[in-house]
């Protein structure tokens, strides 16, 4: 994806003490000419920062998401325009010859694109991509030179971009479908490790993304950081939750909490998140009444 509009997001991003002092480290490494890994659990907010990151930087973005069906080809390039035509005789059906037209053409693909061009590259997720298809990035990063495949004829090396520069983010916690970085790789770039926000950025994001005043939107992320704390889910609840439960209690004109649609939003939110795989301290048996109940607790506290 080639698009400005990546950037319609960023409007409302949120710079509190903790997110400038990710974004200073980051375009300081940036500057000095390495890459950027920002690598946390989900709902950290490493695209958001990739993205703002990339802004900043002011160059043409290229932004690519990690994929186990990637290969060597989508990331650099291949031939295309590969045709065959039979020539058939009608009285004794069967091919009589078999042409190949060899107009094949060499495309390009994003990071040959990026790399050519000085673009920012930024790579969502990569370790989703097989380790086989991230290999090309070796000697970009360390050499500054990229291999082109044999099948391309012409040059076999292009030199990157002076300006070219590369953001990754990835999530060590994803267990299903990632390959663990190539150490090769992971040592050509400067990862910044990030968790869960503090609370006055949980607390500003809610606000900015669901319209909520700030002292109401105190509450609610107040409730849903203690849960988070309270015990060891499969699916921690992230700011998603936060931003989701303003946003609909923030709908709801002039609802009170006393409602019980008002606390019903909480345990709805919540335990959907954290899917029912939970375990709540020594709690055992029904995993998703028991979680509702800690949020019920919680929702009583602070709103009694
Ligand atoms: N600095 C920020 N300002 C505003 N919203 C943010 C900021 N950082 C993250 N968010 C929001 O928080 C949520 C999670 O962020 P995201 O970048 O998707 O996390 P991750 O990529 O780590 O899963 C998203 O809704 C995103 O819009
Ligand atoms: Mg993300």
């Not at 903790?18 to 709902?43: K, S, T």
């Not at 953001?167 to 790789?185: C, M, R």
Request: proline fraction near 4%.
């Amino acid at each position: 994806m080639r698009d400005h509009k990546i950037f319609q997001s960023m409007e409302k991003f949120v710079q509190t003490p903790y997110v400038q002092d990710l974004i200073e480290r980051a375009l300081a490494y940036v500057r000095a000419g390495f890459p950027v890994h920002f690598r946390g659990p989900a709902g950290t907010g490493k695209t958001t920062l990739a993205m703002y990151l990339a802004q900043q930087i002011g160059r043409q973005v290229v932004l690519i998401h990690g994929n186990d069906d990637f290969s060597p080809t989508d990331l650099v390039g291949g031939l295309q325009g590969y045709k065959m035509s039979k020539i058939v005789d009608n009285f004794i059906h069967s091919v009589l010859k078999t042409e190949e037209q060899l107009n094949l053409r060499w495309q390009d693909a994003c990071i040959t694109e990026a790399v050519r061009n000085g673009y920012t590259l930024i790579y969502d997720e990569f370790t989703r991509s097989k380790p086989e298809a991230n290999n090309v990035l070796l000697s970009i990063l360390g050499e500054k030179v990229l291999e082109m495949p044999i099948v391309r004829k012409g040059e076999r090396y292009l030199q990157v971009h002076p300006h070219f520069t590369a953001i990754f983010t990835s999530n060590p916690e994803e267990y299903a479908g990632v390959y663990k970085t190539q150490d090769a790789l992971r040592d050509r770039m400067i990862t910044i490790d990030l968790n869960h926000f503090d609370e006055e950025t949980e607390i500003a994001i809610t606000v900015a993304k669901s319209g909520m005043p700030v002292e109401k939107a105190e509450r609610v992320v107040r409730i849903v950081r203690s849960f988070r704390e309270k015990g060891k889910y499969e699916f921690t609840p992230t700011v998603r939750a936060s931003i989701a439960i303003a946003k609909v209690i923030h709908l709801q004109e002039n609802l009170d909490a006393g409602d019980p649609f008002f606390k019903q939003v909480f345990i709805d939110i919540l335990t959907s998140e954290t899917c029912g795989t939970v375990t709540i301290g020594k709690t055992n048996g029904n995993a998703k009444g028991s979680t509702a109940r800690v949020v019920e607790q919680l929702f009583d506290r602070y709103y009694s």
